[in-house]
């Protein structure tokens, strides 16, 4: 055979990658090199963080129906101290009393009033005669790592504050709910939440990419979407 009559063969042209799920202008190779560096990035700088939520996420949705330690609150310590009756005139006053005695800057929660030892209303009945009970105020001051829980008889000379102490797993949920924690907390989860957000957009596109049908990929979202929905379903009122 003449070398001459060898036809080379013609190089084959690169396939661009195609993303079902965005227009075809921006499923080429530039966008999924992008997105695979956005996935990348915001799973590295979320990874201890999203450990953390998922932990506690777990450590939640197992606290009624499974027998898990969960964290539950142990008290470590009560004291009863003398006070001046004019210095405590409201519930807002024992909150304010509170913080500047035991130097918290815990914003109190959940301030309570209510008559002591499960009496009702103006009066009571005790051994057959009627009493009034004393109004008792209660204000709450609620940490990550715990709380302090402060009650005062109104016009009496005392005070007990009893102070309750979370385990590590204690700690983890609370971090998970924000319990006690200011604003600066609040945004940093925001941006873990986007963290989260971007991840699951670009691994779905990722996941278009490397795994293919259309079809398919509505297949698993809808089952997943009817699954949760069967699940929750029955139990809503």
Not at 125 to 143: A, D, H, L, R
Not at 164 to 176: D, M, R, S, T
């Amino acid at each position: 055979m003449n070398a001459t009559s060898i036809i080379p063969a013609k190089p084959q042209k690169k396939r661009e990658p195609f993303l079902p799920f965005l227009p075809k202008l921006m499923s080429g190779t530039k966008t999924l090199r992008w997105l695979k560096r956005v996935h990348a990035w915001t799973g590295l700088w979320g990874a201890l963080i999203f450990l953390m939520m998922g932990t506690s996420g777990f450590l939640l949705n197992h606290r009624s129906a499974a027998k898990i330690d969960t964290g539950a609150p142990k008290e470590v310590s009560s004291v009863v101290l003398e006070v001046d009756p004019a210095e405590i005139g409201s519930k807002e006053e024992l909150g304010s009393w509170a913080q500047e005695t035991f130097g918290t800057s815990l914003t109190p929660r959940g301030a309570t009033a209510e008559p002591s030892r499960g009496g009702k209303g103006d009066g009571a009945v005790f051994m057959n005669t009627e009493v009034t009970p004393v109004e008792v105020w209660t204000q709450s001051f609620k940490g990550p790592n715990g709380s302090l829980v402060v009650e005062y008889a109104k016009g009496a000379t005392t005070v007990t504050a009893t102070r309750k102490a979370e385990n590590v797993l204690g700690l983890i949920k609370n971090l998970h709910k924000g319990s006690g924690l200011g604003i600066l907390w609040i945004l940093f989860i925001d941006l873990t939440a986007g963290a989260l957000i971007t991840m699951s957009l670009t691994g779905a596109l990722l996941w278009s990419q490397l795994h293919g049908p259309r079809l398919a990929a509505i297949g698993i979202m809808a089952g997943c979407l009817t699954l949760g929905l069967f699940a929750a379903l029955p139990h809503f009122i």
